[in-house]
């Protein structure tokens, strides 16, 4: 563990030396400093035609208290200000009651596996059958993931879905010539009409096996894989059908993580803005989101401009968190009822007024989930038809934003007396699928992994998608706050002159020097940046080999280090803290300048 009792890890403006001398001297037990990055040996066994490793700055976001628990966050990326932008959103909110965080029990990822070339007219006998022998089914699976049963998970459940093949010709053009020339034959394929398929075709439907496997503190995608591809002959045998693919999904509705929090207006304001006209602002900027896809797709790239920086720093297949949250944002997937009862919590339940999600839970008999999918996209499309012509007319309007905002009557509030505006929380809330290990993986490869879950205090996967989705309700958090209030374009301006400067070649120590020139003239570009250079004789820079080569952080070669920049650093902004208060997380917050991060790093920079 690390720590810094006496604080002077949070001082706003350290030297990024001073940063790693203050970890370095609080360092006690656990993730040893310095960490080095990636072995190129090792890379080059992790992948083909490896020539190399390649950096990225990694923060720590302050100011987080999750179930009342503190915790230090660290964060991967190479945007300045996400770092910033999210502690700063973190210290307000935990000026009240923090966030309130949940994620399922257990760590479940779905293997599907895909059967082909059932003939309609058996279809119905086959689900009939297979959902019969689901026991069976689940022991065989059971057999290609013995380690997992052995530590108490495995394959909970199996459960079977009818997919509905294309109803158009036109879908899948040259289906018909495959059929024409004999490569496959017509009996395989949906009968389409001009009409669309007809009721009764010849294979209208595949059918989908879903394995739910427990796996423990592991992302769980090699576990999956081996399941699906082990089960698949015993699952052709079953239901007569053709395997077809073998593979996890992405799409996993049962690990919904969640976090909210609750603000009254007299926590909210911001710059000159009342509370209450920073929340009304905020709902406006939701709603448009809600209602345009143009913006929310924006708006949901902000909130994983963190989720997908904590994933890097973690060590996390964050494409699989992307994929996950794009299908969720598109509506895909509905609870399962699990889950759904599970997100009752002490906090939300002390709403006098909690609306129901916006993805309303659909029960699941455990069969046929394919149904309530249906139902989902019908309510939420808002119209019927074929499958085709529903998706075509209607993926623009599915797309939502991740988050939700609103306001309530908090029924505390009112017991303790609180009336009229002053008893109404602006309330917060992002769920999302977030398919995490802390577990296996590369994590036992790459020593930064050690140094980060370490700073985390060793979460567990459930803990980790807390976290995780957490940082990304606070990044949306703070890009809307600043989108409605002063806009971003001041801090992007501020953070553009320091690319600048650094592209010109200023050396790492002159960096707040040449930039705050290009400010104040307002000349920010290279030109301007390099005669500065040359009339102040300053050394010029090159970033040559050991730059941002690995993820390095290395006290003894702080040259090759590349973890945010000296001074007023948006990351050393956001260590900003919280009063002295020992939040007992691995690194603890002493008494903090009562900096707040100032305008312009508290922004978040658009592109
Ligand atoms: C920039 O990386 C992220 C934002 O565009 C997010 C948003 O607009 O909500 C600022």
């Given at each position: 563990m690390i720590g810094s009792p006496d604080g002077t890890l949070l001082e706003g403006d350290l030297s990024l030396d001073a940063r790693l001398d203050a970890l370095i001297a609080t360092e006690q037990e656990g993730a040893p400093l310095p960490v080095f990055g990636l072995d190129e040996q090792i890379a080059n066994n992790m992948i083909e035609n490896c020539i190399g490793t390649m950096g990225l700055p990694l923060g720590l976001a302050f100011n987080f208290s999750i179930n009342g628990s503190p915790?230090?966050?660290?964060?991967?990326?190479?945007?300045?200000?996400v770092v910033a932008a999210v502690s700063s959103a973190a210290k307000t909110i935990s000026t009240y009651q923090g966030f309130q965080a949940w994620a399922p029990e257990r760590n479940m990822i779905v293997a599907q596996v895909q059967l082909i070339d059932i003939q309609d007219n058996d279809m119905d006998q086959v689900m009939?059958?297979?959902?019969?022998?689901?026991?069976?089914?689940?022991e065989e699976a059971n057999e290609y993931c013995t380690n997992m049963v052995l530590r108490g998970g495995g394959v909970q459940k199996?459960?079977?879905?009818?997919?509905?093949?294309?109803?158009?010709?036109?879908?899948?053009?040259?289906?018909?010539?495959?059929?024409?020339?004999?490569?496959?034959?017509?009996?395989?394929?949906?009968?389409?009409?001009?009409?669309?398929?007809?009721?009764?075709?010849?294979?209208?439907?595949?059918?989908?096996?879903?394995?739910?496997?427990?796996?423990?503190?592991?992302?769980?995608?090699?576990?999956?894989?081996?399941?699906?591809?082990?089960?698949?002959?015993?699952l052709s045998k079953l239901s007569g059908g053709r395997v077809g693919v073998r593979i996890l999904s992405n799409l996993n509705v049962d690990r919904i993580a969640k976090s909210m929090?609750?603000?009254?207006?007299?926590?909210?304001?911001?710059?000159?803005?009342?509370?209450?006209?920073?929340?009304?602002?905020?709902?406006?900027?939701?709603?448009?989101?809600?209602?345009?896809?143009?913006?929310?797709?924006?708006?949901?790239?902000?909130?994983?401009?963190?989720?997908?920086?904590?994933?890097?720093?973690?060590?996390?297949?964050?494409?699989?968190?992307?994929?996950?949250?794009?299908?969720?944002?598109?509506?895909?997937?509905?609870?399962?009822?699990?889950?759904t009862d599970a997100f009752s919590s002490p906090l939300l339940s002390s709403s006098a007024n909690s609306p129901a999600s916006g993805r309303a839970a659909f029960s699941s008999n455990g069969t046929n989930e394919n149904?309530?999918?249906?139902?989902?996209?019908?309510?939420?499309?808002?119209?019927?038809?074929?499958?085709?012509?529903?998706?075509?007319?209607?993926?623009?309007?599915?797309?939502?934003?991740?988050?939700?905002?609103?306001?309530?009557?908090?029924?505390?509030?009112?017991?303790?007396?609180?009336?009229?505006?002053?008893?109404?929380?602006?309330?917060?809330?992002?769920?999302?699928?977030?398919?995490?290990?802390?577990?296996?993986?590369?994590?036992?490869t790459n020593p930064v992994h050690a140094f980060t879950l370490g700073v985390m205090r060793y979460p567990d996967s459930?803990?980790?998608?807390?976290?995780?989705?957490?940082?990304?309700?606070?990044?949306?958090?703070?890009a809307l706050r600043a989108l409605v209030t002063e806009g971003i374009q001041r801090g992007h301006m501020a953070l553009h002159a320091r690319n600048i400067a650094i592209s010109a070649g200023t050396p790492p120590d002159s960096v707040d020097?040449?930039?705050?020139?290009?400010?104040?003239?307002?000349?920010?570009?290279?030109?301007?940046?390099?005669?500065?250079?040359?009339?102040?004789?300053?050394?010029?820079?090159?970033?040559?080999?050991?730059?941002?080569?690995?993820?390095?952080?290395?006290?003894?070669?702080t040259s090759s280090v590349n973890l945010g920049s000296e001074g007023t650093s948006a990351a050393t902004n956001g260590m900003d803290g919280m009063n002295g208060t020992n939040h007992g997380s691995s690194i603890h917050h002493g008494p903090s300048s009562d900096g707040?991060?100032?305008?312009a790093q508290a922004t978040e920079r658009s592109h």
């Open positions: 915790l230090v966050i660290p964060m991967a990326i190479e945007e300045p200000s009939a059958r297979m959902q019969h022998r689901e026991k069976v089914i689940r199996v459960t079977f879905h009818r997919v509905r093949r294309h109803a158009s010709r036109e879908s899948f053009q040259g289906q018909d010539l495959l059929v024409k020339y004999g490569v496959v034959s017509a009996s395989t394929l949906p009968k389409r009409t001009e009409r669309g398929i007809t009721s009764q075709g010849r294979c209208s439907e595949w059918l989908v096996v879903h394995l739910h496997i427990d796996v423990g503190d592991a992302m769980g995608a090699n576990c999956a894989n081996t399941v699906a591809e082990g089960v698949a002959p015993f929090f609750r603000l009254p207006f007299s926590h909210m304001g911001y710059k000159s803005l009342s509370g209450k006209d920073v929340a009304v602002r905020i709902l406006e900027a939701y709603e448009w989101a809600d209602l345009d896809p143009y913006r929310a797709a924006t708006h949901n790239k902000g909130i994983m401009n963190g989720i997908d920086a904590v994933a890097l720093a973690t060590g996390q297949d964050w494409r699989a968190v992307e994929a996950g949250a794009h299908a969720w944002a598109s509506g895909a997937g509905t609870y399962s009822e699990r889950s149904d309530s999918h249906t139902t989902a996209r019908k309510r939420q499309f808002g119209k019927d038809g074929d499958g085709d012509q529903q998706s075509r007319i209607s993926r623009g309007d599915a797309y939502k934003p991740l988050t939700r905002y609103w306001i309530e009557e908090d029924a505390e509030r009112l017991r303790q007396g609180y009336k009229g505006q002053d008893a109404l929380v602006f309330c917060g809330e992002l769920e999302i699928p977030i398919m995490v290990g802390t577990k296996g993986g590369v994590l036992s459930k803990q980790l998608a807390m976290a995780m989705v957490t940082v990304g309700l606070a990044q949306n958090f703070a020097e040449v930039t705050a020139y290009m400010i104040d003239t307002g000349k920010i570009r290279l030109s301007a940046a390099r005669l500065y250079i040359e009339q102040r004789r300053l050394a010029l820079y090159t970033a040559g080999t050991g730059i941002g080569i690995g993820m390095s952080v290395t006290a003894a070669n707040v991060i100032s305008d």
